[in-house]
């Protein structure tokens, strides 16, 4: 079992930043590929950003690429997504989840990748 708290979430204008982070506990951290998905009202949960176990490879969507970061401390069992330039329609609960991986390198990107999940916490951005 993994267990996953977020942390970071709040109101912050358009054009602000916030520093989301997820802290874990339970097994390895390391053996887990990371990643931030977010569900907005009335939406689907869409993939945010990812990053491998070594935190040597990230990916992001589309919709955030150059403006969010995700990135990893295995020492501190804590990923991270900074998320700069905000948009209104960032507006969502960010959720992080890991993926239990074979190789140190790979990303997941596709939810049903992610066998443990966060509660989640908020972000809006008002415009």
């Known amino acids: 079992q993994v267990h996953l708290v977020e942390s970071g979430g709040g109101l912050v204008q358009a054009g602000g930043s916030l520093r989301l982070s997820c802290a874990a506990s339970g097994r390895t951290f390391s053996s887990y590929a990371m990643g931030w998905f977010r569900q907005a009202p009335g939406k689907e949960r869409e993939f945010v950003a990812a990053?491998?176990?070594?935190?040597?490879?990230?990916y992001y969507a589309d919709s955030v690429k150059g403006r969010f970061t995700i990135s990893r401390d295995n020492a501190k069992n804590t990923v991270y997504l900074q998320m700069n330039s905000l948009k209104p329609e960032d507006t969502a609960v960010y959720y992080c989840?890991?993926?239990?991986?074979?190789?140190?390198?790979?990303?997941?990107?596709?939810?049903?990748?992610?066998?443990?999940w966060g509660q989640g916490t908020q972000v809006t951005v008002s415009s």
């Open positions: 990053v491998s176990r070594s935190g040597g490879n990230t």
């Open positions: 989840a890991a993926a239990p991986v074979d190789t140190i390198v790979v990303v997941a990107v596709g939810s049903y990748e992610y066998n443990y």
